[in-house]
């Protein structure tokens, strides 16, 4: 009952920053909890971040944390991801997904969420 759609993906040199956006439509999308994930190629769709439908909680994978920054504004049904300090591990193809009913514990299972966006695609490349 929701779409996401990514965008703010390109290209960034290591150390630079890049805002990812995430445009949800759906009239439950204030209650969802959203999450980050990315996928490199050849390799598994990882945990990113993830932030609690009020935004009150926010989760971070020990590579990213420090690093990346994830918000929301239930009234403009946005959320980001701030990504500084970037490096070439970065490099991925990164999703937006929403949660219909977050369990509290589990924010970081690919099968957690119920949504996703098509993707957009984060090179950290010099």
């Known amino acids: 009952q929701v779409q996401l759609v990514e965008s703010g993906g390109g290209l960034v040199p290591p150390g630079g920053s890049l805002r990812l956006s995430c445009e949800a439509s759906?009239?439950?999308?204030?209650?969802?909890?959203m999450g980050w994930f990315r996928q490199a190629p050849g390799k598994e769709r990882e945990f990113v971040a993830a932030?609690?439908?009020?935004?009150?909680?926010?989760y971070y994978a020990d590579s990213v944390k420090g690093r990346f920054t994830i918000s929301r504004d239930n009234a403009k049904n946005m959320v980001w991801l701030q990504m500084n300090s970037l490096k070439p591990e970065d490099t991925a193809v990164y999703y937006c997904?929403?949660?219909?009913?977050?369990?509290?514990?589990?924010?970081?299972?690919?099968?957690?969420?119920?949504?996703w966006g098509q993707g957009t695609q984060v090179t950290v490349s010099s």
């Open positions: 932030i609690t439908w009020n935004g009150g909680g926010t």
């Open positions: 997904a929403a949660d219909r009913m977050p369990r509290g514990s589990t924010w970081y299972l690919l099968d957690e969420y119920d949504y």
């Open positions: 759906g009239r439950t999308f204030s209650s969802y909890a």
